[in-house]
């Protein structure tokens, strides 16, 4: 699963009440895994973050190239 990707799903599920498990029923995957995947984007800087707890973020210049390129 590419990061970039999944931190892309998560940005656009914000809206949801609960983005992680909207994220996890798109991509068919646990809401851990989901977790996981996005504390490794973050990690990656490919998420900015909002603090430790809270949701929220925003795709950064380094996800969106990776997502340009396919």
Same mark, same amino acid.
């Given at each position: 699963?590419?990061?970039?990707?999944?931190?892309?799903?998560?940005?656009?599920?914000? *809206?949801? +009440?609960?983005? *992680?498990?909207?994220?996890?029923?798109?991509?068919?995957?646990? /809401?851990? +895994?989901? +977790?996981?995947?996005?504390?490794?984007?973050?990690?990656?800087?490919?998420? /900015?973050?909002?603090?430790?707890?809270?949701?929220?973020?925003?795709? /950064?210049?380094?996800?969106?190239?990776?997502?340009?390129?396919?």
């Amino acid at each position: 699963m590419e990061y970039a990707h999944v931190a892309a799903a998560y940005v656009a599920a914000l *809206n949801s +009440r609960a983005p *992680n498990e909207a994220v996890a029923e798109q991509l068919h995957l646990s /809401t851990s +895994r989901v +977790r996981d995947l996005l504390h490794e984007a973050r990690r990656r800087l490919l998420l /900015t973050t909002l603090g430790r707890g809270k949701a929220g973020g925003e795709l /950064t210049e380094k996800a969106l190239k990776l997502l340009e390129k396919g």
